[in-house]
């Protein structure tokens, strides 16, 4: 498991670079309800991009986990592969795609 606290980077997926970039960190929600951390992806040098929504990390005693997160970058290379997976065309023009993703970005 390789984990980072940078807020952007690259990962390698099947040949092809992709840069990664933190969009939103976890953040509370009405009703005691969380949001988790939210990625954007890009094929470099292509403008479509795709927003991946890992859910929010808890902690072994069932509180949220609110320390500014590590992004694990096998993750990221899961995120990106289920995203092509489900439909995202990373060289097609477009909206941003939105996907959620559990805690292993599948």
Known sequence: ???TRETSGTVEVDGDTYEWEIR???RPLPG??????GLSLRLKGFPREAVVLFPMPMRPNG????EKQRVDLDSVRN?????????WNP???GKAMVFDVDADGR
């Open 1 to 3: 498991m390789e984990q």
């Open 91 to 93: 060289t097609s023009r």
């Open 24 to 26: 939103r960190q976890p």
């Open 63 to 66: 509180r949220p986990d609110m």
């Open 32 to 37: 005691g309800k969380w949001d988790g951390m």
């Open 79 to 87: 995120a990106v592969a289920a995203a092509i997976e489900a439909g």
